[in-house]
């Protein structure tokens, strides 16, 4: 974890430092006549392509530290020490594998869990399929725009799962992938259940 920061604040300096070097080379030439329209299109060029890449480097320090989080038992132990205990009036979370919850959005009742192995070596960020019922998958809509994020109330690692208030019961599942080479991590189960008795 330490590594990854460092690595993440030694990045941002460096880029810093680029930039500086090269806008003092600028304003060197410019006072020497020797700066022109073009000269200016093309700094900017390069340095808009040196933010794109600090931005894509900074995307993989955050998977990295994702991942730091979630395979250190003394970062999850650390993240839960915060949690408050869980609730058992407000439903929609529970602990998955690897130290993942579920956080269910909207939906006052449903529940779900995660089966994630750690997050290591990711090529892109983790992707969820849409969840569907298994009995009836072309019938019932599928719940869509599942995502790894922060619990809003803990901010721990958490897989977010937007439901409508209105979502058909029954057990919804889908498989957690690395976008970027496809791997499979997991699979996420949902559980809407049906009205309850008349009163």
Aim: aromatic letters at 4%; proline letters at 12%; zero cysteines.
């Amino acid at each position: 974890m330490p590594d990854v920061v460092a690595d993440a604040v030694r990045l941002g300096y460096q880029v810093i430092e680029e930039n500086l070097r090269h806008g003092r080379m600028a304003a060197d030439r410019f006072r020497a006549h020797d700066y022109n329209l073009g000269d200016a299109t093309d700094d900017v060029q390069i340095l808009g392509r040196r933010v794109l890449d600090l931005a894509r480097d900074l995307g993989g320090t955050w998977f990295d530290l994702v991942a730091a989080v979630l395979d250190d038992p003394r970062l999850r132990d650390a993240v839960r020490s915060r949690t408050p205990p869980s609730d058992p009036s407000r439903p929609g979370q529970q602990p998955g594998g690897g130290g993942v919850t579920v956080r269910v959005i909207g939906h006052p009742s449903a529940i779900g869990e995660a089966l994630i192995e750690p997050l290591t070596g990711l090529t892109g960020p983790p992707q969820v399929t849409p969840l569907r019922q298994l009995n009836n998958p072309a019938e019932t809509a599928a719940i869509t725009g599942v995502r790894l994020g922060a619990d809003p109330d803990t901010g721990a690692p958490a897989l977010l799962a937007p439901v409508p208030p209105d979502q058909p019961p029954g057990v919804y599942s889908g498989t957690v992938h690395d976008a970027g080479s496809g791997r499979l991590l997991g699979s996420i189960s949902l559980t809407v259940p049906g009205p309850g008795p008349s009163a």
